[in-house]
Nanobody, 121 residues
Framework: HVTLVESGGGLVQAGGSLRLSCAASGNIFSINAMGWYRQAPGKQRELVAIIIGGENTNYQDSVKGRFTISVNNAKNTVYLQMNSLKPEDTAVYYC???????????????WGQGTQVTVSS
């Protein structure tokens, strides 16, 4: 089992920056993807940014050039640096990990508890 602990959310004015962190712990064998999703009130959860296989990164179009995802593999931690924040970035941000245990080809998805990001205009 893998546990995710997020930190770094908060309230910021438009144009400001925040950095989210998510540390994975537990019986970790192989993390095949780490990323961030968000969910605004009344909307579906959506992908913000993800790193797959430690190399391939994908970003939602609306955050390209403003957000940067990075991973510290030694610490099993994923970060999301968010710059030039806009009110429409307001949402609960969820950390996501795709884990492959030892001795199996199965992969399992894990989610953090969510951290609120509020951007005021």
């Amino acid at each position: 089992h893998v546990t995710l602990v997020e930190s770094g959310g908060g309230l910021v004015q438009a144009g400001g920056s925040l950095r989210l962190s998510c540390a994975a712990s537990g019986n970790i064998f192989s993390i095949n993807a780490m990323g961030w999703y968000r969910q605004a009130p009344g909307k579906q959860r959506e992908l913000v940014a993800i790193i797959i296989g430690g190399e391939n990164t994908n970003y939602q179009d609306s955050v390209k050039g403003r957000f940067t995802i990075s991973v510290n593999n030694a610490k099993n931690t994923v970060y999301l640096q968010m710059n030039s924040l806009k009110p429409e970035d307001t949402a609960v941000y969820y950390c996501y990990v795709r884990h492959q245990p030892a001795f199996t080809k199965n992969e399992y998805d894990y989610w953090g508890q969510g951290t609120q990001v509020t951007v005021s205009s």
